[in-house]
C-alpha cells in the first residue's frame, strides 16, 4: 500500500515538474507566438494595391499610360501634376483633366448612379488628356478608355514614403518615413532632457546623499515609474500643453515639445536606476585610492567612477530609449498626431506607437490599412527588441569585465 | 611640492558648485513627481464622491460617476492575475530551482528580459491578433485579461525569482537532507519563505495593470458602456482607457474635466495605495527575517 502510494506521489510530482518546466518557457512561447502573428498580418502588406477597394483607375483610349505610382495619381487628383507630359507621356492632349463620381450632381446620374457609365464613356472620348477614378460596378461595358494599374506597396515605397495617408481615395498613401522619424524626433527630445536629470540624480544618490535621503529617494523613484502612462499624458495635456502654448505664443501646444518632456520624465526612473546601480559597483579600492593621491571627490566622480561605470549609464540610456520609442498614451495625447515630417520641436508631430493606437479602431479588419498598422507594430517590435538585445549585450560585458 | 593654494581653493569651489548642481536636480526630480501628485490630488479630490464611486457615467460622460470602469478595471486585474500570477510563479520556481546556469537558463531568462521591453500597444496588437480575432474572444475581459497576463508575466517571474534567490540555501539543504523531495522542499520549505516578497510583486503587478491602457484598446476596453459585465466575454470599461476618452475624445471635452480629475486620481491612488503596501510588506518581512 505504501510502496504503492509512494508511486503514485512520484508520479504526481514528475507531472507537476513537467508543468514548472512547462511555465519556464512561457515568455519564450509568448515573444515566438508575438513574432508569429505580427508578421503575419503585417506582411501581407505587400500583397495588395492600395487603390482603393472595388475602385479602378482610367485613363483615355488613346492615351499609353498603364501604370502610375500611388504619389502619381494623388498629385493628378490633387492637381500638382497638370501635364501628362511631366510623367514623361505622350499624349494628343497634354494637359491633364480628372473626373469622379462627386464631380456630378446625384440627380445628373439618376437612381443607382445609373447613368454614370455613359457619362464617364462620354467625357472620356471627349477628353484624350482625361483621368478618371470610380467604382467597378459603375463601369459601363464598353469602356472608352484603358485601365491604369497602381503597383502594390514594396519595402521602399513603404518606409521611404513621405506622406501617410492610409484612408486617402482613390489610392491609399502608405509612407511611413513622418511616422518614424515623428517617433526618433521625439525620443532624441526626451532622451536630450532625461540623461542631464538622470545622471545628476544618480550621482547625487550614490556619492552625495546619505542613506536615509537614499532611502527616502528610492521610493519616489520606483512612485515615478509607477504611475500609468494615460495619466502622465493627461498631466501632460493638462499644465505641459497650455504651458508650452503660452511660453512660445503658439496656437497649438500639442507639439513634439510636449511629448519630449513627458517622455523624458517618464524615461527618467529607468536611466536613474540602472545608473545609479552601475554607480555603486564601482570597488571601493578605486575610490579610496584616488582619494588618497590627493583628487577631490568630484575629480574622483569625474576621472575614476564615471569612466569605470560607463557601460552601466550607457546600458541604462539605451533602455530609457527604448521605453521612450515605444510609449504609446502618453505621446498619444500630447503630440497633436500631425503625419509630417518633423523639422521643428515646435509643431505637432505624429509617432508610430500613437498610430497605431489612435487608427487601429477605424481600420476595417483585414484590409490594407489594418495591415500597414499591423505592419508598423511589426517596425516597433523590431526597433525595440533589439534595443534589448543591445542592453543585454552591455550589461553583460559589464558583468564578465 | 607645496599644493597650490588658489588653485585648491578652484578645486574645492568647482566641486561645490557641480554638487550644488546635482543636489538642486535630484531636488527638481521629486519636484517633478509632488507637482504630478499634487496637481492630480488637488483637482481630484473635489470630484471624488461616493456617488462618483458608485454611479453610471451621465449626460456624455461629464457627470455621474465611473462605477462601470471601476468594476471593469477590478474584473481585468482579477483575470489577468488568475492567469499571470500562478503561471510566472511556476516559471520562477522552475528558472529558480530546476534549472543549472546554462545556456539555455540563460536563453529563458534573455527572452523573459525581452519581453519585459516590447511596447504595450505591441501586446495590444498581438492580444487583438490572437485572442480576439483568432480564437474568436471578440472585445472581451477574457481576452484584455489573457494580453494584460503576458505583459505583467515578467514582472512576476522576475520578482519571484529574486525572491526565490533571497532564500537562504540551508533551508533547501536541510530539508532536502531529512528526505524530502525536491517538490516537497519547494512547497513546504522555500515557497513559504520567499511569500511574503512573492506577494510583493504581485501587488506590484495589480498596481501595473489597473494603468494599463494601451494593451486593452483593442482587446476589451469599451468608449462607453454603462452596464456591468454579465460573463467573462462580455466588453467592460476600465480606468485608464475612460480618463483617455473622457480627455480626449469625449463630446464634451471641458464639461468632462470634472469626470477625468476624478479618475486621474482613482487611478493614482491605486498605484499609491499598491506601492506603498508593497513597501510595507517588504519591510516588515526585512525586518522579521533580520530579528531571527
Redesign the interface.
Given at each position: 500500500m505504501a510502496v504503492k502510494k509512494r508511486k503514485l506521489n512520484k508520479f504526481i510530482?514528475k507531472i507537476?515538474?513537467g508543468?514548472?518546466?512547462l511555465?519556464?518557457?512561457?515568455?519564450?512561447i509568448?515573444?515566438l507566438?508575438?513574432v508569429i502573428?505580427?508578421f503575419?498580418?503585417g506582411g501581407r502588406i505587400f500583397d495588395a494595391s492600395p487603390v482603393e477597394d472595388g475602385y479602378i483607375l482610367v485613363a483615355s483610349t488613346n492615351n499609353p499610360v498603364r501604370k502610375l505610382t500611388a504619389e502619381q495619381v494623388k498629385n493628378i487628383f490633387d492637381k500638382k501634376i497638370k501635364l501628362w507630359s511631366e510623367l514623361g507621356i505622350k499624349v494628343s492632349s497634354d494637359s491633364i483633366k480628372t473626373k469622379r463620381l462627386n464631380d456630378y450632381d446625384e440627380a445628373e446620374l439618376g437612381k443607382d448612379y445609373i447613368l454614370f457609365g455613359n457619362k464617364i464613356n462620354k467625357w472620356l472620348a471627349d477628353n484624350p488628356g482625361g483621368f478618371s477614378a470610380f467604382p467597378a460596378v459603375l463601369s459601363p461595358p464598353q469602356l472608352n478608355g484603358n485601365l491604369v494599374k497602381v503597383p502594390n506597396l514594396n519595402i521602399r515605397t513603404f518606409l521611404g514614403g513621405k506622406e501617410w495617408l492610409p484612408t486617402a481615395t482613390p489610392v491609399a498613401q502608405m509612407g511611413i518615413l513622418p511616422l518614424i522619424l515623428g517617433t526618433l524626433w521625439v525620443s532624441f527630445g526626451a532622451i536630450l532632457i532625461a540623461i542631464?536629470?538622470a545622471l545628476?540624480?544618480s550621482?547625487?544618490?550614490s556619492e552625495?546623499?546619505s542613506p536615509r535621503v537614499r532611502n527616502l529617494?528610492k521610493?519616489?523613484?520606483?512612485?515615478?515609474a509607477?504611475?500609468?502612462?494615460?495619466?502622465?499624458?493627461?498631466?501632460g495635456?493638462?499644465?505641459i500643453v497650455p504651458g508650452i502654448q503660452a511660453v512660445f505664443n503658439l496656437n497649438e501646444g500639442l507639439t513634439g515639445l510636449a511629448g519630449s518632456i513627458i517622455l523624458g520624465?517618464m524615461a527618467?526612473p529607468t536611466i536613474?536606476t540602472i545608473s545609479e546601480d552601475a554607480l555603486r559597483t564601482v570597488p571601493r579600492s578605486l575610490k579610496e585610492a584616488s582619494l588618497a593621491l590627493?583628487a577631490?571627490?568630484?575629480?574622483t566622480i569625474r576621472k575614476v567612477i564615471l569612466p569605470y561605470s560607463s557601460s552601466g549609464i550607457t546600458a541604462g540610456i539605451v533602455?530609457g530609449v527604448?521605453?521612450a520609442?515605444?510609449?504609446?498614451?502618453a505621446v498619444l495625447?500630447v503630440t497633436g498626431n500631425s503625419a509630417v515630417i518633423p523639422y521643428t520641436f515646435l509643431k505637432p508631430l505624429r509617432t508610430i506607437?500613437a498610430t497605431?493606437?489612435a487608427e487601429?479602431?477605424e481600420s476595417s479588419?483585414g484590409g490594407l490599412h489594418f495591415r500597414a498598422?499591423?505592419a508598423l507594430?511589426c517596425i516597433?517590435?523590431i526597433i525595440?527588441?533589439s534595443?534589448?538585445?543591445g542592453?543585454?549585450f552591455i550589461a553583460r560585458k559589464r558583468k564578465v569585465n | 611640492m607645496k599644493?597650490n593654494p588658489k588653485s585648491e581653493r578652484r578645486?574645492?569651489l568647482?566641486?561645490s558648485t557641480?554638487?550644488g548642481?546635482?543636489?538642486a536636480?535630484?531636488i527638481?526630480?521629486?519636484g517633478?513627481?509632488l507637482s504630478?501628485l499634487s496637481?492630480?490630488f488637488y483637482n481630484g479630490i473635489p470630484a471624488l464622491s461616493w456617488t462618483f464611486l458608485t454611479d453610471i457615467p451621465r449626460d456624455n460622460m461629464t457627470k455621474g460617476g465611473i462605477y462601470p470602469a471601476i468594476v471593469g478595471t477590478l474584473c481585468l486585474v482579477l483575470g489577468s492575475m488568475i492567469f499571470a500570477f500562478p503561471?510566472?510563479v511556476?516559471?520562477a520556481?522552475?528558472?529558480n530551482e530546476?534549472?543549472q546556469e546554462n545556456f539555455f537558463k540563460r536563453?529563458?531568462r534573455?527572452?523573459?528580459?525581452?519581453?519585459a521591453?516590447?511596447?504595450?500597444?505591441?501586446?495590444?496588437?498581438?492580444g487583438?491578433?490572437?485572442f480576439v480575432?483568432?480564437l474568436g474572444f471578440g472585445d472581451s475581459i477574457i481576452a484584455g485579461s489573457f494580453t494584460l497576463g503576458?505583459l505583467v508575466?515578467?514582472v512576476i517571474?522576475r520578482t519571484t525569482e529574486e525572491s526565490l534567490k533571497a532564500v537562504d540555501d540551508t533551508y533547501r539543504i536541510a530539508s532536502l537532507a531529512l528526505g524530502a523531495?525536491?517538490?516537497q522542499t519547494i512547497r513546504k520549505v522555500t515557497l513559504p519563505i520567499a511569500f511574503p516578497n512573492i506577494i510583493t510583486g504581485l501587488i506590484?503587478s495589480i498596481?501595473?495593470v489597473?494603468?494599463?491602457?494601451?494593451a486593452i484598446?483593442?482587446t476589451v476596453a469599451a468608449y462607453f458602456l454603462p452596464k456591468l459585465p454579465n460573463s467573462m466575454y462580455d466588453q467592460v470599461m476600465a480606468l485608464?482607457?475612460h480618463?483617455?476618452v473622457v480627455?480626449?475624445s469625449g463630446t464634451d471635452i471641458e464639461g468632462g474635466?470634472a469626470v477625468?480629475n476624478g479618475t486621474?486620481l482613482v487611478?493614482?491612488l491605486i498605484?499609491?495605495f499598491?506601492?506603498l503596501l508593497a513597501?510595507f510588506i517588504r519591510k516588515q518581512y526585512t525586518r522579521k527575517n533580520r530579528s531571527k
Open positions: 510530482e507537476v515538474e508543468l514548472l518546466g511555465s519556464g518557457a512561457i515568455t519564450t509568448t515573444v507566438l508575438i502573428f505580427l503575419r498580418e542631464p536629470l545628476a540624480t550621482l547625487f544618490m552625495i546623499a529617494m521610493p519616489v523613484i520606483e512612485l515615478l509607477g504611475i500609468p502612462s494615460v495619466v502622465y499624458g493627461f498631466y495635456l493638462t499644465v520624465i527618467l536613474i590627493g577631490t571627490h568630484w575629480q533602455l527604448g521605453r520609442i515605444g510609449e504609446t498614451m495625447m506607437p497605431i493606437a487601429l479602431g479588419y498598422l499591423f507594430g516597433l517590435f525595440t527588441f534595443i534589448n538585445l542592453f543585454q | 599644493a578645486k574645492k568647482s566641486q557641480v554638487f548642481l546635482f543636489t536636480t535630484s527638481l526630480v521629486v517633478i513627481l504630478i496637481y492630480i503561471i510566472g511556476a516559471s520556481i522552475f528558472l530546476y534549472l536563453f529563458l534573455l527572452m523573459t528580459d525581452n519581453l521591453g516590447v511596447p504595450s500597444i505591441v501586446f495590444g496588437l498581438f487583438m491578433a490572437l480575432n483568432q503576458l508575466l515578467p517571474i523531495s525536491k517538490l506590484l498596481g501595473r489597473s494603468g494599463e491602457t494601451a484598446l483593442f485608464p482607457y480618463l483617455y480627455s480626449t474635466r477625468a486621474a487611478l493614482i498605484v499609491l499598491s506601492n513597501g
